[in-house]
């Protein structure tokens, strides 16, 4: 849908209620009461099968008696009759269908089909339908409200402060809007979406991204249907400024199941999906306080200045607790110049250091302007980027005060300040949050959320500071695959890899034990035996991998016991041969993988490899057209990555040549439509200069392409 369709759907100037009854408070009066609370100026239309008139306003008795041309039509009706109600205002011209009724897809097969018919009328007569199962919207810009609850209009918050709310739940949806004006922020629009049958969040977003009066837009998602549109949409508004911060649930299986139940949709990877919204900038939280409390830093600094945090503190103990909390979370504390370290030695006690972050101690009750003196000195310094102040309140009157002295030594220069009270919930001056979000501060009641929305805007500006994402990827030839499709053998999976440019032991397939010999001679000792067979995916669980052969007289036995081995366990396959390679030496392993993923496209995957792998599980994905930077950006960000940096009195790891490998094998998903699956574990990585080695690999296509002899 296009982005003036949806704005005529969010920004109407007639609005028809169809399936409106005589009682009051049921979903049709609602409604109209809603419109009426809040002054809606447009031409409001009722249908009303049991009245002439609804509270003076005369109502129709059929769709087909509403004029043409109606902006938005809202659906109270139950959900038997909506398909024929959507129908027969197919013929009247109407922009957009608002949609409540519950029972569709997320209830099984009959509702799903229900659904797919909507969708088809819909995009037949380009309607733009919202739902069903949705709670409708609240347009605050034309003050417009449209929903079936019993709705009071939003309390106005005093700021200027706006973000966006989209939301697939509708009953979360509201939560937000509560929730940010807990925090002093306004919003322009907050939209749910439920099923999605017609508009879903990806139609949304163009014309949120252009809303000029927002600054931030938060979303909730329980699944992104268009991927591909939904980072169209994310890249634009990187390229505006525009922060997009998403709470994306269905992150386990159980969440997967409930999102299902829920809107009827299939929620993907939620790993792979991470790896690409990230790709654009999309501010990823885990929680809904992380939600809130991030869009109100980024509400107030949409362009926060890269740099380390400094942080002030009247307590020791915090100062202990916050240096472990940064480097749990990521969020890098600034070193200080030796301007601040002198002015906050000037202000400090001589018992105190002037470190990040600062302890003033409990000399700041008696000297409120050590907490002036010391904001002041740590937003002035270049190397800061933002600024906390972690405080005991001491109770509403004294938090208060705290709270000004804080503000007093505000320099608006662009770096975010805020203001954290230790203590939980204990009562606050009920002027203290308007009092900071008109200085742009936002507050925090616990140091640990202030310190996690924090991390997450200085990720945000490290990424907006960066030059715009490049699509990586080498020129490689595209892989050849089996007619049926499947599994390639390891043989035929290393010719592929080698041909992109990833290195591969020496090698060569034997059908008889002559021929082993002559290539393991030609090599070189020690080599490995690998039997090769379609059908013989896991080799080393049927006994068809023997390593470490020493000589000749080796090889012969390792032969005639692969041979029995695989017999043994799979009677009656037929081998291709045996696979001859050199054994290569130890190093470092680790995992390069690329799939295609169903919703998100084509992935890829580095971690630590061989027995690690499902052990620790310690990987990270990315887009296959993932940049050098990038690849080598998510392998240092691994829990186990010192293993590649020197560890132990060994040296550091060839660390390029593992990005290289990756971005090779990337290019080769992106080369091969057809190609489904890589996996390549363990690859050795070696001394830095000593490159990597492809020790074992796996790749499954679904193609029908002719195989080389």
């Known amino acids: 849908m296009s982005r003036a369709q949806v704005a005529r759907l969010l920004r109407p100037r007639s609005v028809a209620v169809v399936g409106v009854s005589e009682q009051p408070l049921t979903p049709g009066r609602n409604v109209i009461a809603t419109l009426d609370r809040m002054n809606y100026p447009g031409a409001i239309h009722i249908v009303s099968r049991s009245a002439s008139s609804i509270d003076g306003r005369p109502a129709v008795a059929q769709?087909?008696?509403?004029?043409?041309?109606?902006?938005?039509?809202?659906?109270?009706?139950?959900?038997?009759?909506?398909?024929?109600?959507?129908?027969?205002?197919?013929?009247?011209?109407?922009?957009?269908?608002?949609?409540?009724?519950?029972?569709?897809?997320?209830?099984?097969?009959?509702?799903?089909?229900?659904?797919?018919?909507?969708?088809?009328?819909?995009?037949?007569?380009?309607?733009?339908?919202?739902?069903?199962?949705?709670?409708?919207?609240?347009?605050?810009?034309?003050?417009?409200?449209?929903?079936?609850?019993?709705?009071?209009?939003?309390?106005?918050?005093?700021?200027?402060?706006?973000?966006?709310?989209?939301?697939?739940?509708?009953?979360?949806?509201?939560?937000?809007?509560?929730?940010?004006?807990?925090?002093?922020?306004?919003?322009?629009?907050?939209?749910?979406t439920g099923n999605e049958a017609v508009l879903g969040l990806e139609d949304y977003l163009p014309f949120l991204v252009e809303n000029d009066r927002s600054r931030v837009i938060v979303m909730l998602a329980e699944t992104i249907r268009r991927p591909a549109e939904f980072l169209r949409q994310a890249a634009a508004a990187r390229a505006r400024g525009k922060p997009i911060v998403l709470l994306h649930l269905?992150?386990?299986?159980?969440?997967?199941?409930?999102?299902?139940?829920?809107?009827?949709?299939?929620?993907?990877?939620?790993?792979?999906?991470?790896?690409?919204?990230?790709?654009?900038?999309?501010?990823?939280?885990?929680?809904?306080?992380?939600?809130?409390?991030?869009?109100?830093?980024?509400?107030?600094?949409?362009?926060?200045?890269?740099?380390?945090?400094?942080?002030?503190?009247?307590?020791?103990?915090?100062?202990?607790?916050?240096?472990?909390?940064?480097?749990?979370?990521?969020?890098?504390?600034?070193?200080?110049?030796?301007?601040?370290?002198?002015?906050?030695?000037?202000?400090?006690?001589?018992?105190?250091?002037a470190s990040n972050p600062v302890d003033l101690t409990a000399q700041a009750a008696f000297d409120r302007g050590m907490y002036t003196r010391s904001v002041n000195a740590l937003m002035k310094d270049p190397g800061v980027g933002c600024v906390l102040a972690s405080i005991i309140s001491g109770g509403p009157e004294a938090g208060l005060e705290r709270a000004c002295s804080v503000l007093d030594g505000k320099v608006d220069n662009g770096k975010p300040l805020l203001c954290a009270f230790m203590g939980g919930d204990q009562p606050i001056a009920p002027e203290l949050k308007p009092m900071l979000a008109r200085r742009g501060v936002p507050f925090f009641r616990s140091p640990e959320r202030a310190l996690a929305a924090l991390a997450r805007a200085n990720i945000y500006a490290r990424a907006a500071g960066a030059p715009r994402r490049k699509a990586g990827g080498k020129a490689v030839p595209s892989a050849r695959l089996p007619r049926r499709g499947g599994a390639l053998t390891e043989l035929k999976g290393k010719r592929a890899l080698?041909?992109?440019?990833?290195?591969?032991?020496?090698?060569?397939?034997?059908?008889?034990?002559?021929?082993?010999?002559?290539?393991?001679?030609?090599?070189?000792?020690?080599?490995?035996?690998?039997?090769?067979?379609?059908?013989?995916?896991?080799?080393?669980?049927?006994?068809?991998?023997?390593?470490?052969?020493?000589?000749?007289?080796?090889?012969?036995?390792?032969?005639?016991?692969?041979?029995?081995?695989?017999?043994?366990?799979?009677?009656?396959?037929?081998?291709?041969?045996?696979?001859?390679?050199?054994?290569?030496?130890?190093?470092?392993?680790?995992?390069?993988?690329?799939?295609?993923?169903?919703?998100?496209?084509?992935?890829?995957?580095?971690?630590?490899?061989?027995?690690?792998?499902?052990?620790?599980?310690?990987?990270?994905?990315?887009?296959a057209d993932a940049s050098i930077a990038e690849i080598a950006h998510e392998i240092r960000t691994l829990r186990g990555a010192r293993v590649f940096e020197g560890f132990r009195g060994k040296p550091p790891c060839d660390l390029p040549a593992f990005v290289d490998a990756a971005s090779r094998i990337g290019a080769l998903m992106l080369a091969t439509p057809d190609l489904d699956e890589i996996d390549v574990n363990p690859l050795i990585v070696y001394a830095a200069g000593e490159g990597v080695i492809a020790v074992d690999a796996l790749l499954v296509g679904r193609t029908f392409v002719s195989v080389p002899a």
């Not at 290539?519 to 379609?534: D, F, M, S």
Request: aromatic letters at 4%; charged letters at 20%.
């Open 63 to 192: 769709v087909g008696e509403l004029p043409q041309g109606i902006d938005l039509v809202v659906l109270t009706v139950r959900s038997t009759a909506v398909v024929e109600t959507v129908e027969a205002l197919a013929k009247k011209d109407v922009g957009g269908i608002m949609c409540f009724a519950s029972g569709f897809a997320e209830l099984g097969s009959e509702g799903a089909a229900a659904q797919r018919r909507l969708t088809e009328i819909a995009r037949a007569h380009d309607i733009a339908l919202a739902g069903p199962n949705c709670l409708g919207y609240t347009n605050l810009v034309d003050n417009i409200q449209i929903t079936f609850m019993n709705a009071r209009p939003p309390s106005p918050v005093e700021t200027d402060l706006r973000i966006d709310i989209l939301a697939q739940s509708g009953g979360m949806g509201g939560v937000l809007r509560l929730a940010a004006a807990s925090e002093c922020l306004g919003f322009c629009y907050a939209i749910t």
């Open 250 to 353: 269905s992150r386990s299986q159980g969440g997967r199941e409930s999102a299902k139940t829920h809107t009827g949709a299939l929620a993907g990877d939620y790993a792979v999906m991470e790896a690409f919204v990230r790709s654009q900038n999309v501010v990823l939280v885990d929680t809904f306080d992380e939600l809130i409390d991030t869009a109100a830093v980024l509400a107030h600094y949409p362009e926060p200045p890269p740099g380390g945090a400094g942080i002030i503190t009247d307590s020791g103990a915090f100062k202990g607790f916050a240096l472990d909390r940064c480097d749990a979370i990521g969020l890098p504390l600034a070193s200080l110049n030796a301007s601040t370290v002198a002015a906050l030695e000037a202000t400090l006690p001589e018992f105190s250091t």
């Open 498 to 623: 080698r041909a992109a440019g990833v290195p591969v032991p020496q090698g060569a397939l034997a059908k008889t034990l002559e021929q082993a010999r002559k290539t393991a001679a030609r090599i070189g000792y020690p080599v490995v035996l690998k039997a090769q067979a379609v059908e013989l995916t896991h080799k080393t669980e049927a006994g068809g991998v023997i390593l470490g052969i020493a000589n000749a007289k080796a090889l012969g036995k390792a032969w005639r016991e692969l041979q029995a081995n695989v017999k043994r366990s799979r009677p009656g396959l037929a081998l291709d041969g045996v696979l001859v390679e050199s054994m290569a030496k130890p190093g470092i392993e680790a995992v390069i993988g690329a799939r295609r993923d169903p919703c998100w496209g084509p992935t890829l995957m580095v971690g630590l490899g061989g027995i690690w792998t499902e052990a620790l599980k310690d990987v990270r994905f990315l887009p």
